[in-house]
């Protein structure tokens, strides 16, 4: 039912932008808080960002505060990550998630490689 669908990663150098999407469906989208998570290698799964559900208060990590920005459109049931100024400790599998019912929902991630 749930089903987060992310996209937009790849390999850029350092000092590059990227936007990430995640396409969700499956929930009323426009009643739930979002996130970003990433898994750098070899470290476990920390958050990124955060948006309120209708996109009044975003939350970040103080490693991407002022570079990176979470952003929802309702209306299209996606949230974006706009990441620049990009740092190769950036370098992560980056996953959309969605608390529903006390479950965790997790898109399948997308790879972001930060690297000259």
């Known amino acids: 039912q749930v089903q987060l669908v992310e996209s937009g990663g790849g390999l850029v150098q350092p000092g590059g932008s990227l936007r990430l999407s995640c396409a969700a469906s499956?929930?009323?989208?426009?009643?739930?808080?979002m996130r970003w998570y990433r898994q750098c290698p070899g470290k476990e799964r920390e958050l990124v960002a955060m948006i309120t559900s209708t996109g009044g208060t975003t939350n970040y990590a103080d490693s991407v505060k002022g570079r990176f920005t979470i952003s929802r459109d309702n209306a299209k049931n996606t949230v974006y990550l706009r990441m620049n100024s990009l740092k190769p400790e950036d370098t992560a599998v980056y996953y959309c998630?969605?608390?529903?019912?006390?479950?965790?929902?997790w898109g399948q991630g997308t790879q972001v490689t930060v690297s000259s």
């Open positions: 499956g929930f009323t989208f426009r009643s739930y808080a």
């Open positions: 998630n969605v608390r529903r019912y006390e479950l965790d929902y």
